[in-house]
Nanobody, 126 residues
Framework: QVQLVESGGGLVQAGGSLRLSCLASGRTFSNYAMGWFRQAPGKEREFVATISRSGGRTYYADSVKSRFTISRDNAKNTVVMQMNSLKPEDTAVYYC???????????????????WGQGSQVTVSS
């Protein structure tokens, strides 16, 4: 099992920016593709972004493409998501997740991820 701890959430006005970080421990971080998901009140958890083991491949939900950027530092066991031009509809609890893989692909499906962080609240006011 890999343990994941998110940080960096908070309250921001529409149009502002936030940076979420996820620190991994317990297993070899570079063996995992990493993803961010979010869940708004009363809604299902949805995919936001993912990055491959090497960091060479990324994939985004259409709703955040060109506004959010996912990156990773395997030496620091950290994955980061920079969120710009935030909108009120981005308000949710954001979860970091790890997908153990033997290849350098990505996965946007909830079922790929067996390890999850505790979540970090992001609130965007209008």
């Amino acid at each position: 099992q890999v343990q994941l701890v998110e940080s960096g959430g908070g309250l921001v006005q529409a149009g502002g920016s936030l940076r979420l970080s996820c620190l991994a421990s317990g297993r070899t971080f570079s063996n995992y593709a990493m993803g961010w998901f979010r869940q708004a009140p009363g809604k299902e958890r949805e995919f936001v972004a993912t990055i491959s083991r090497s960091g060479g491949r990324t994939y985004y939900a259409d709703s955040v493409k060109s506004r959010f950027t996912i990156s990773r530092d395997n030496a620091k066991n950290t994955v980061v998501m920079q969120m710009n031009s935030l909108k009120p509809e981005d308000t949710a609890v954001y979860y970091c997740a790890a997908d153990y893989r033997l290849d350098d692909n990505t996965c946007s499906s909830y079922g790929c991820y067996k390890n999850w962080g505790q979540g970090s609240q992001v609130t965007v006011s209008s």
